[in-house]
């Protein structure tokens, strides 16, 4: 498995479609952290892994404490030192859609 920025640095960015079905699965993770009042606080296109471009294939959003760092997907409250809170999540998850 191949992190998405990898994907996009080999294959330029996505179809529209695939791009939100990717975002779209990070997204159904990180609501499952969120609904035990949690936050991941790593979520970018690095902390998912995929098995190719294909939607339908194997993706995961890495763990929190073994995703690495990408203060590019932090919101503005974070950078400037509030530190993880869900929506910042909901930030990064935004960000990456975009780069997708």
Known sequence: MIPLTD????HGPMPVRDAIAWSYRA???VADVHSQAG?????SARAILVDGASTDGDG????AGQAPASP???SFE???GRGAT???DVWALAVTL???
């Open 7 to 10: 994907h996009v640095a080999r």
């Open 27 to 29: 997204a159904l993770a």
């Open 39 to 43: 936050c991941h606080g790593a979520v």
């Open 60 to 63: 995961v959003l890495m763990v």
């Open 72 to 74: 590019l997907y932090w």
């Open 78 to 80: 974070r950078v400037a």
């Open 86 to 88: 869900q929506a910042d």
């Open 98 to 100: 975009y780069f997708l």
